[in-house]
């Protein structure tokens, strides 16, 4: 094995501890950043194989997200700034758990399965978020990019939706746009303001908008963009990434998971505020009303937001177009109905993971995708946005069927159309409320959300929990799925399902019903029925005060 005269030598400086296993879950793999430094040099193997193998220029992020600070991971990019495919996340797995002395057996494997020419080049770009260790990490990648003699890049630090950006880009050859941050920003920033040059009586006050940068990566690249929007937007950072924790009491997560605004945010009644999470891939609005009632606008009423927007301005452009919303879920009851009842649109679920929603929202000509933790994009496929371009330049149409497809033609270029990107929503969401002259509390009327729960419980192994009907049902372990259906039954509007996380140690249960009380009490209840059922560790879950 001469060609891997150099791995050998160098995974000895990035060992694997023995027998510690880890799983490629919903956003590669997560866990305390100490157990990752292997994990880190094997992807930088991987990803220089998977640009051999598609002889496109791979991505490695290595973030943890929405996790603790302490916790670390790594996710790879497709050449289309997608995430990685099924079968690459197995071998990832496989290479991260090849004992020491199996590593070149196992990197043998992949090259025999795949077919790779090992004599191919390969470029990998590398980003990482602002945790203490992901600068150490990154190392163990950019060595592992080197001993399979593939050239890197590291942008250092990006938001991860910035390094699917410039992953696409790189392998669009620069037709999606340049592979820069100031390229990113002079694209969305252009398309935003003449999206914005549209919106009338767009005073300075509907201009303001509060961001909780979650003391994350996010708040830094928003400074960066600030000079970008020319007054077309106004914004003060909270959680700004230079004294506080990261992601703690604070973040897209944080807000989404507890319903209550961030620490640190001084918010008047009625102004419109957002957070972006770890590594700004997630965004959720909010506001406090006048009586001090905390609203939340997160990932439903945000697809809700820019799926009405979309489908108005194709009826004015005459296109024919159908456009889809894709939801997990944890999408509120209310918002599925909205959107199938009122708003007609096809409304499809997945498994939760962007990957999958990304997947799905491809068969559409306009598929809008969001989790309803606020991660999520819009994706137009090539013909729709043909037929954009095409309108926006015929000089034969009627202006208000052009100017329908100018508008359009800004809001594909400022949507990052590789993976959610909490800067490029939050613009889009912002250019919306002001094209359309709508306030923050028009938005959150659109409908009413079913009041709802979710909470963790920790178990000795979660794969015991087998979930089908995209993780609407468990499977496994016997009785669980019987339980829940039982406590649903006590309660109005309710529904309840439990799945273990992908990227934290805990199952999550879900509840809503039709009022508050109910919705605690149901998750509270399947909480129990999992704790007992699923082999619960540590405290029984009490109820919520
Ligand atoms: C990641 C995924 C999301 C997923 C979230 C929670 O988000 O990218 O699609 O919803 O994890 O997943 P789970 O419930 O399996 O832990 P992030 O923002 O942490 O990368």
């Given at each position: ?17 023995k027998?510690?296993t ?10 305390t ?10 992807m ?12 496109s ?9 929405h996790?603790?600070?302490e ?5 790879l990019?497709?050449p ?10 197995g071998y ?44 150490s ?9 080197s ?6 890049k590291?942008?250092?630090?990006v ?5 699917h950006y410039?992953?696409r ?23 935003f303001?003449?999206?914005?040059k549209?919106?009338q ?14 003391n ?25 990434c230079?004294?506080?924790k990261?992601?703690h ?33 997630r ?7 006048s ?18 927007y ?8 005459g296109?024919n ?27 499809c ?8 929603l ?48 100018k508008?359009?033609?800004n ?14 929503d939050?613009?889009?969401?912002e ?6 002259g ?5 938005w959150?009327?659109?409908y009413?959300?079913l ?10 192994d979660?794969?015991v929990?087998?979930?089908t ?19 649903v ?8 399902f439990?799945r ?8 999550r ?12 009490a ?24």
């Amino acid at each position: 094995m001469a060609q891997f005269e150099d791995v050998i030598l160098k995974s000895a400086l990035h060992s694997k501890p023995k027998g510690l296993t880890l799983q490629y879950g919903t956003a590669g793999f997560r866990t305390t950043a100490k157990h990752l430094d292997h994990v880190m040099f094997r992807m930088g193997l991987l990803a220089t194989l998977r640009s051999k193998r598609t002889k496109s220029t791979i991505g490695v992020m290595v973030t943890a997200s929405h996790n603790p600070e302490e916790d670390n991971g790594v996710k790879l990019i497709d050449p289309m700034g997608e995430m990685v495919t099924p079968d690459w996340e197995g071998y990832a797995t496989q290479l991260a758990n090849a004992e020491q002395d199996a590593l070149c057996t196992a990197l043998n494997d992949i090259i025999e399965k795949e077919s790779i020419n090992m004599s191919e080049k390969a470029s990998v770009f590398i980003g990482r978020d602002t945790r203490p260790s992901s600068e150490s990490l990154t190392q163990a990648v950019l060595d592992g990019v080197s001993c399979l003699g593939g050239e890197s890049k590291d942008y250092g630090l990006v938001t991860t939706p910035q390094l699917h950006y410039m992953v696409r880009c790189r392998n669009t050859h620069g037709c999606y746009g340049t592979d820069t941050l100031q390229g990113y920003y002079q694209k969305l920033s252009h398309a935003f303001i003449e999206l914005t040059k549209n919106a009338q009586n767009h005073t300075d006050d509907q201009k303001r908008l509060l961001l909780d940068g979650a003391n994350g990566i996010g708040a830094l690249k928003m400074r960066e963009m600030e000079t970008f929007f020319q007054s077309a937007l106004q914004v003060a950072l909270f959680n700004d990434c230079c004294s506080g924790k990261l992601n703690h009491l604070c973040g897209a997560d944080y807000v989404k998971v507890h319903q209550r605004p961030p620490q640190g945010m001084v918010m008047d009644p009625g102004q419109r505020c957002c957070s972006f999470d770890g590594d700004a891939d997630r965004i959720v609005y909010y506001f406090n009303d006048s009586a001090g009632c905390f609203h939340l606008l997160d990932g439903d009423k945000i697809a809700t937001l820019i799926s009405t927007y979309l489908k108005e301005l194709i009826t004015q452009a005459g296109l024919n177009l159908q456009i889809a919303v894709v939801q997990t879920a944890y999408a509120n009851g209310s918002s599925t109905r909205y959107l199938e009842d009122i708003m007609k649109v096809t409304v499809c679920c997945t498994k939760t993971g962007v990957k999958h929603l990304h997947h799905a929202a491809q068969e559409f000509d306009i598929g809008v995708y969001f989790e309803a933790n606020g991660h999520g994009t819009v994706l137009f496929s090539k013909q729709a946005e043909e037929q954009i371009q095409e309108l926006a330049q015929n000089p034969n149409v009627s202006d208000e069927k052009k100017c329908a497809a100018k508008l359009l033609k800004n809001t594909v270029n400022l949507i990052n159309q590789a993976t959610g990107d909490a800067i490029s929503d939050m613009l889009v969401i912002e250019a919306v409320l002001a094209v359309r002259g709508m306030t923050v509390q028009e938005w959150d009327s659109i409908y009413t959300d079913l009041p709802n729960r979710q909470l963790k419980v920790k178990v000795s192994d979660r794969c015991v929990i087998d979930t089908t009907d995209a993780e609407r049902r468990a499977v496994t372990p016997a009785g669980l799925q019987d339980t829940i259906d039982t406590l649903v039954k006590k309660y109005a509007k309710a529904r309840a399902f439990v799945r273990p996380s992908g990227t934290e140690d805990v199952v999550r249960v879900y509840a809503e019903a039709d009022t508050q009380e109910s919705a605690d009490a149901l998750a509270h209840e399947v909480c129990l029925a999992v704790y007992n059922l699923a082999g619960g560790v540590g405290e029984v879950p009490k109820p919520l005060k």
